[in-house]
């Protein structure tokens, strides 16, 4: 007979703190990995890549430091004590997760689990069941060409090596290949990144999108268009062969990253021992509620597809703790889920993109403003920076919102409380900011954006 549990959690990654919260409310909970706890975020994504970031920042800093007329001069980047530090944290996170497991008394398994029917999973020579489970199996680097290589995904690059690799070639033009190439270039590295597409970037909206490989450019030496024909490897390192433009160009790099997207851990569950299916993706749809087709299992973060981000993946498991413990009946509100790209420069992005109002018949008006009204923006000597606003001419509603420049991040915040709480572009015209802060480049922004709907 199975063991019966009141939930068993399956994926020890952002829904991990629903099986602590359910176990510390009394529930019999379960919780599955058969990896590291804490999932991708923590030990190979979100946070050892920022640690990084913020080691290239202080040496561009240095570097740059001419344009605001200092003479420095960078002696030495210790990429090894860098690693060392990054590594640190990453070695600690799975003994952090298990202890919180432990002391909230959760039946946590070490194994991969397996359907053998719709509520039933069998990890090793246990078979478990319950009323309610969660499926938050995660997702995993697209396998990239040339596997019996010794080359890197992001799930290779941390912990990071002892021997931080002179030269790198990066390729893909996303967000994680994006971010990681101007880590490297940052500290030093001879970094390359290759991308098939025309542009970097590609669901960003264009005017941003043409700013940022501008300024990215500056740093790292970068090739659209560009088409893996070959990749060899000896003991000196890499030697990859690219179509160009039609043209074969080679190059050689100690190290080399694919950063090719991300696929859904599916594959491996059984799925057709639980009347569930997933998509032509690999993904499993879920509804409002976050609930598969059959009732009572539930998939949350990069396994269902939405948005594939660590704070959507975290609000949809904060939203199933209110339901399981609240008594929530309510469908989930993900409609406004922002994201930014922390490469350099940084980039902000929430709602319609002027390309997808265009596609979607949506009537507009789009204005991009630079972030000069701010001195405290003038005050950082870069002319990139730049703001740009998707509104609608009925409403004055906020349709999108996008940013590239120094904290695009934390700026945005500012627009999606707006747009959650009274969404209206006046709104942020009326504020009275703080002078001179960066914040004053989205008043300047409204102003436009107002004078641009009376005029349509």
């Known amino acids: ?29 379960a919780l599955i990995e058969k990896d590291k706890l804490g999932g991708v975020c923590p030990n190979r994504g979100c946070v050892p890549s920022k640690l990084l970031i913020g080691f290239a920042e202080a040496a561009r800093h240095i570097r740059h430091a001419d344009r605001h007329f200092v003479d420095a001069e960078l002696k030495h980047v210790d990429l090894n004590r860098m690693f060392e530090s ?100 940052g500290v030093g590295t001879e970094t390359r990144l290759f991308a098939r597409g025309g542009r970097l970037l590609g669901r960003e909206d264009s005017d941003i999108e043409s ?14 268009h560009a088409t893996l024909a070959d990749l060899k490897h000896d003991v000196s390192g890499f030697t990859a062969s690219f179509s160009i433009h039609g043209k074969t160009e080679t190059f050689t790099a100690e190290r080399v ?3 090719i997207g991300r696929r859904p851990n599916t594959e491996s569950l059984d799925l057709e021992n639980t009347g569930l299916e997933a998509d032509a993706r690999g993904f499993l749809p879920v509804n409002d509620h976050l609930e598969t087709i059959v009732p009572g299992v539930f998939a949350v973060g990069d396994v269902n597809g939405r948005f594939m981000l660590q704070h959507a993946a975290s609000y949809e498991v904060f939203h199933l703790r209110q339901r399981f413990l609240n008594g929530l009946d309510e469908p989930i509100d993900e409609r406004l889920v922002a994201h930014a790209i922390y490469s350099h420069p940084e980039v902000a992005s929430i709602g319609l993109t002027e390309e997808q109002a265009k596609v979607g018949g949506r009537p507009y008006v789009a204005v991009v403003e630079n972030w000069l009204a701010s001195a405290r923006a003038m005050a ?21 919102c996008h940013l590239v420049g120094p904290e695009s991040s934390t700026l945005l915040h500012q627009v999606m409380v707006v ?22 480049c989205l008043l300047s922004a409204a102003v436009k954006a107002i004078a641009a709907v009376e005029k349509a």
């Open 86 to 185: 990054v590594n640190d944290y990453v070695g600690g996170v799975d003994g952090r997760y298990e202890g919180r497991a432990i002391d909230a008394g959760v039946d946590l398994i070490r194994a991969e689990g397996r359907f053998v029917g719709p509520k039933t999973i069998v990890v090793g020579d246990r078979e478990l069941t319950a009323d309610k489970l969660v499926v938050a199996t995660g997702s995993r680097p697209r396998l990239p060409p040339y596997g019996d290589l010794p080359i890197w995904t992001s799930d290779e690059l941390f912990p990071l090596e002892a021997d931080p690799p002179n030269s790198l070639m990066v390729i893909g033009g996303g967000v994680i290949g994006c971010e990681m190439a101007a880590f490297f270039a």
């Open 257 to 259: 990253l694919f950063a």
């Open 419 to 440: 747009m959650r709480l009274k969404n209206d572009v006046r709104e942020l015209a009326n504020m009275i900011y703080i002078h001179p802060a960066l914040n004053e």
């Open 1 to 29: 007979m199975p063991e019966t549990y009141d939930l068993i959690v399956l994926g020890g990654g952002r829904a991990s703190g629903l099986a602590f919260a359910t176990a510390k409310a009394g529930w019999k909970t």
């Open 380 to 400: 950082m000597r870069i002319d990139y920076p730049r703001v740009k606003l998707i509104v609608s001419p009925d409403d004055y509603s906020i349709l999108g």
């Open 211 to 224: 700013v940022f490989q501008k300024e990215f450019e500056r740093d790292v030496e970068t090739h659209c």
